[in-house]
């Protein structure tokens, strides 16, 4: 079982997976936005602690294959960061991930 004797998190939490906290859904608190890198199973998993629900409740889920919006911007860089971007229910909206990438 994974953290709290819950599965959710299984293959979120690898080595080059990220973690990000922002209000990525604007509620006016912060959630989780977990990326696998993995390149198999999910791809974005966005989850709200702030709820009753012990695990924690997911209020966006994207597996790979699902969209393009992020490829690319997914790789592994030396660093990444979250805005306060909202992220809606529709494809085309902004995402708030920056990542630093060398140019040399």
Request: proline share 2%; charged share 15%; net charge negative.
């Amino acid at each position: 079982m994974g953290i709290r004797g819950s599965n959710l998190l299984s293959g979120w939490l690898d080595d080059n997976d990220l973690q990000l906290a922002g209000d990525f859904k604007g509620l006016g608190h912060s959630q989780i936005m977990y990326v696998n890198r993995g390149g198999a199973a999910g791809k974005v998993m966005i989850v709200d602690y702030a709820g009753q629900q012990p695990h924690g409740a997911v209020t966006y889920s994207e597996n790979w294959g699902d969209s393009h919006l992020l490829d690319g911007w997914l790789d592994v860089s030396p660093g990444v960061g979250a805005s306060d971007t909202t992220i809606g229910s529709s494809w085309g909206t902004s995402w708030g991930l920056a990542t630093t990438r060398s140019c040399t």
